[in-house]
């Protein structure tokens, strides 16, 4: 199943290898300090350095260790809810707002890779989401085509009958085809982004998880195995893998494994025969599963949650080519090059949330969705703690909640996803 230079790591690390460990002095006194060194936290530090307060991202492991070199590089608006269901939930306006931004996280995106010249395979390729039923189909265009035109996007049906023009699949009932959506590198962005964060004059600086955050004065006093930093301003971008250091962010996001397997090279008619546009694709299941061609549009990286918190690539791999060869039966013969693991952080109402607590900022909850959210809260964090009056987000206006009793060990996960993959199946 394997091929003799299979690697359990990520895809993307053999374009952008993750950089080498440094043994960088931490300096005693910073401007803004920086938790998590993914897309959320570096985009924090480039506005926050840009703006030229001195400005030090640490990361528990290596730069971009988490997910934001481990994705599968699908970018889409990304706010889960139907606009009834937010509608009814927060009201009109803010449901507009909510999609709004969401969309604006994809053009915010796509200017950022453009303006500052990352070379990451960003593509406006479209996505097609297959219907896992004839019922979900149905109900995907009514839905569509009700959708108020504040927050209006292109979009068409396919039916069954054309679905072999977009998927080289018979597994769906049909689909929707979302022009918009997009394809990059999610480890070649990282890496664009880290150069840029460097070349502004921030400080990054892996393998130094942060032990402890303690308020001192005006500022903080933040403890890592390499010595205290004092700092004025602290963000935290640590999604989800947010730790006891920040007890109150940890109540509030559940984190959740999220697995991908990159197979090897493929003939180029068999690989064009499955994507024949080759679009971003996934699935309407609540467990869902996504997948798509590598930029050299010869692989096919396939992810999916198969597992809730293992993190043994050897025990996931098996499973997601299972379901892979369920869609995609033509790949029998394809070995599998490499197989990785990474946690998202879904959040109690599935929504993003940005904002501050004791006095510090944090920015996380993209419910693994975040390649363009991600960037787009970040920034909007650097903005707000450079002091820019103008960096508001309705993400910032809705409350974080968390549950009694919730401590960051999500127990209700296995009934939940058994319940999700049980209504998958009847819907
Ligand atoms: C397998 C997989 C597939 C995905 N596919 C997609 C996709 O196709 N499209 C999409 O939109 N989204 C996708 N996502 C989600 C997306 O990648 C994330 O939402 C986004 O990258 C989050 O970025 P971040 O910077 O907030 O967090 P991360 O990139 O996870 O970074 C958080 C960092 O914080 C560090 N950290 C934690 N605690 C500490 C501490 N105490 N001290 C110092 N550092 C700490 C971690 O080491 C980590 O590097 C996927 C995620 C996974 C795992």
Not at 327 to 349: C, E, K, N
């Amino acid at each position: 199943m394997y091929t003799d230079d299979y690697k359990a790591e990520p895809f993307w690390w053999k374009a952008a290898p993750r950089p080498e460990p440094s043994d960088e002095v931490l300096p005693d006194h910073i401007d803004v300090a920086i938790v998590g060194a993914g897309y959320t936290g570096l985009h924090t530090a480039l506005q926050t350095a840009r703006a030229g307060l001195s400005t030090l991202v640490l990361d528990a492991d290596v730069l971009g260790f988490g997910c934001s070199s481990r994705n599968g590089g699908q970018v889409s608006p990304s706010i889960k809810g139907s606009f009834p269901h937010l509608e009814k939930r927060y009201g009109r306006a803010t449901a507009i707002q909510l999609l709004r931004e969401g969309i604006e996280s994809m053009s915010f995106t796509e200017a950022f890779i453009a303006s500052e010249n990352i070379d990451c395979n960003w593509e406006r390729c479209g996505r097609f989401s297959g219907a896992h039923s004839p019922k979900i189909y149905e109900a995907t265009a009514k839905s569509l085509e009700t959708l108020p035109s504040e927050v209006a996007f292109p979009w068409h049906m396919v039916p069954r009958s054309d679905q072999r023009s977009e998927i080289g699949s018979d597994f769906y009932h049909g689909g929707t085809v979302y022009p918009d959506h997009a394809a990059l590198d999610p480890g070649r962005y990282h890496q664009g982004l880290l150069a840029r964060t460097i070349e502004a004059g921030a400080t990054a600086v892996g393998d130094c998880a942060v032990e402890r955050i303690e308020r001192n004065g005006n500022g903080f006093r933040v403890h890592t195995p390499r010595g205290v930093v004092n700092v004025r301003q602290v963000a935290i971008a640590t999604n989800g893998y947010t730790g006891s250091a920040t007890g109150w962010l940890r109540r509030r996001v559940i984190p959740i494994g999220s697995y991908i397997i990159a197979t090897e090279p493929l003939d180029e008619d068999l690989a064009a025969e499955l994507s024949p546009h080759n679009r971003v694709m996934s699935d309407s299941r609540k467990v869902v599963f996504y997948y798509r061609l590598s930029p050299d549009r010869r692989r096919m990286v396939f992810g999916g949650r198969v597992a809730l918190k293992e993190t043994d690539p050897a025990v996931s791999a098996p499973r997601l080519r299972e379901e892979m060869l369920k869609l995609f039966p033509q790949l029998s013969d394809a070995r599998i090059s490499h197989s990785w693991m990474g946690f998202v952080a879904y959040t109690f109402d599935e929504l993003p949330h940005v904002g501050e607590i004791d006095g510090m900022h944090f920015a996380m909850g993209y419910c693994g969705s975040g390649v363009g959210l991600a960037g787009y809260c970040g920034s909007l964090m650097g903005r707000k703690i450079a002091g820019d009056k103008d960096a508001r987000s309705v993400f910032s206006e809705i409350n974080f909640s968390t549950r009694p009793l919730y401590s960051g060990n999500p127990w209700f996960l296995a009934p939940s996803i058994a319940y999700y993959k049980l209504k998958d199946r009847l819907t």
